[in-house]
């Protein structure tokens, strides 16, 4: 059993496309999306952020000045984290902050997306929105009826030309649909498919 998609072309509405009810057709697992969202957040941090303990300061091997009889407080070293030149108490190191997830949540986490998409009037098919020519004129033309501001286009490759033509427009991203990534799918006002990238989305995720 099929669900129906709205169909675009270049001037306006051209009907509808039919797509599997297994993959768009899914109710909206909330938890999942937002674990599925936090991972590729967490993914994509450097981690990289590292300052120096008391044991990393150089110098401070010996004693600043004798234990009594100075009037100042007693100190055995300038590597103390009491001194301005000094080490951190809890020093910040490297790290990874990738989350593990297995490939089936990944997939149910797509499909709920995909079909909150749907339900919202977000997710659109177009077989012509890739352009002839690698002009953002080009690009801008073809869009130009949809009213939304953040716009991803999915596609089965990506063609010079729509590399070229998108890439000067703000708010617009290209993706292939066999990477596709979760944050653009849900940060995205208006998801524009091509035919080619439904059908490959259903066999990846099945």
Do not use: C
Not at 46 to 58: F, L
Not at 114 to 133: A, F, H, M, N, Y
């Amino acid at each position: 059993m099929g669900l129906q998609i709205p169909a675009l072309n270049e001037q306006d509405s051209a009907g509808t496309a039919q797509v599997a009810e297994s993959i768009f057709g899914q109710s909206y697992n909330e938890t999942l999306v937002h674990q599925l969202v936090t991972r590729y957040l967490a993914g994509a941090r450097a981690g990289t952020k590292a300052q120096k303990t008391r044991s990393d300061v150089s110098g401070g091997g010996t004693k600043p000045w004798r234990q009594k009889g100075t009037g100042r407080a007693r100190s055995g070293t300038t590597r103390s984290p009491v001194w301005r030149t000094g080490g951190v108490t809890f020093a910040a190191r490297p790290r990874n902050y990738e989350q593990k997830l297995n490939k089936k949540m990944f997939r149910v986490g797509i499909r709920s997306i995909l079909s909150e998409l749907l339900r919202q009037d977000r997710l659109v098919v177009s077989s012509d929105i890739i352009p002839t020519t690698a002009k953002t004129k080009a690009l801008n033309e073809k869009l130009k009826n949809i009213d939304a501001k953040r716009i991803l286009i999915v596609v089965e490759t990506v063609e010079p030309n729509l590399a070229l033509a998108s890439r000067n427009i703000p708010y617009i991203e290209v993706i292939e649909a066999a990477n596709l990534n979760p944050v653009l799918l849900v940060g995205a006002d208006k998801v524009i498919a091509t035919p080619g990238a439904l059908k490959q989305l259903e066999e990846r995720l099945a």
